[in-house]
C-alpha cells in the first residue's frame, strides 16, 4: 500500500517563477492539506481540500494556490515566487471521517533564488 | 486561532536517561492533540494523538504523552530513551495540524 507520494523530491526556481508541487494520498483517503515547512520551524497549514474544494485556510497570501482532482490527487500552485518561499512543501492526507489524523508525505524542497 | 508551544529545542540525552517533552497549546475548542516524528532523512509520522478518554495516550516505541486540561498543556514521555530516537518531535493540535517550532533530540549511544 503506497502512501502519500510527492513530486518532483527537489525543485529549483527564479524569483517571479511559478511553480506546481504535485501530490497523490494514501489509498482510501480523500482529503489532502499543505504545509509549508521553513528550515528550523514546525509546518505551517496553507490549506485543505476536500470534494475538490478548499475547505480551510491558513494564513497564507493569494499567491497560494491548489487544486483537487476527481481521484483526490492534489496540486499546490505559487505564484510570483519569493525568496522567503524557499521551504520543503509537505502534503498530508486523510481518511473520511478522520481529517484529523493525517499521514504526510516525503515533501519537496524547493529552492527559489 | 489555535498556537502551539514547545520548549528546550535542542536536547541533548545519553541512552536510557528519560525524556521529556513539554507542549502547551492554546486553542478555545475541541481538542485533538498530536505528537509526530521526523527521523533523519525520513517523512513526518504520527507518534500518538489524543481526541478525547484516558488523558494518559501511549503512543508506538514505548512513548507516551498526558494530556492536562488545566494546564493546556500535552508533554511527550519516555522512560529510556535509545539511540534511534535521535529524531526531530512536533506537538500539533486540531486537524489544521498547528505545530509546534519542534525539539531536536540527540541521544548519545
Known amino acids: 500500500d503506497a502512501g502519500v507520494t510527492q513530486s518532483p523530491t527537489h525543485l529549483i526556481k527564479t524569483r517571479g517563477q511559478q511553480v506546481t508541487l504535485r501530490c497523490s494520498p494514501k489509498?482510501?483517503?480523500?482529503?489532502v492539506s499543505w504545509y509549508q515547512q521553513a528550515l528550523g520551524q514546525g509546518p505551517q497549514f496553507i490549506f485543505q481540500?476536500?470534494?475538490?474544494?478548499?475547505?480551510q485556510r491558513g494564513n497564507f497570501p493569494d499567491r497560494f494556490s491548489g487544486h483537487q482532482f476527481p481521484n483526490y490527487s492534489s496540486e499546490l500552485n505559487v505564484n510570483a515566487l519569493l525568496l522567503g518561499d524557499s521551504a520543503l512543501y509537505l502534503c498530508?492526507?486523510?481518511?473520511?471521517?478522520?481529517?484529523?489524523?493525517?499521514?504526510f508525505g516525503p515533501g519537496t524542497r524547493l529552492t527559489v533564488t | 486561532a489555535q498556537s502551539v508551544s514547545q520548549h528546550n529545542h535542542h536536547v541533548i540525552l545519553s541512552e536510557a536517561a528519560s525524556l521529556e517533552l513539554g507542549c502547551n497549546y492554546s486553542?478555545?475548542?475541541?481538542?485533538?492533540l498530536f505528537w509526530y516524528v521526523q527521523y533523519p532523512g525520513q517523512h513526518l509520522q504520527l507518534l500518538l494523538k489524543?481526541?478525547?478518554?484516558?488523558?494518559l495516550v501511549k503512543g508506538i516505541k514505548g512513548f507516551e504523552a498526558e494530556f492536562i486540561k488545566s494546564k493546556f498543556s500535552f508533554n511527550l514521555r519516555k522512560p529510556s530513551v535509545q539511540w534511534s530516537d535521535t529524531a526531530e518531535y512536533f506537538c500539533?493540535?486540531?486537524?489544521?495540524?498547528?505545530f509546534g517550532k519542534g525539539n531536536q533530540v540527540v541521544v548519545i549511544p
Open positions: 489509498s482510501g483517503h480523500d482529503t
Open positions: 489524543y481526541f478525547s478518554g484516558d488523558p
Open positions: 481540500y476536500y470534494e475538490e474544494e478548499e475547505r
Open positions: 498530508a492526507s486523510s481518511s473520511p471521517g478522520h481529517s484529523y489524523e493525517q499521514y
Open positions: 500539533a493540535v486540531r486537524n489544521r495540524l498547528a
Open positions: 486553542y478555545g475548542g475541541t481538542v485533538n
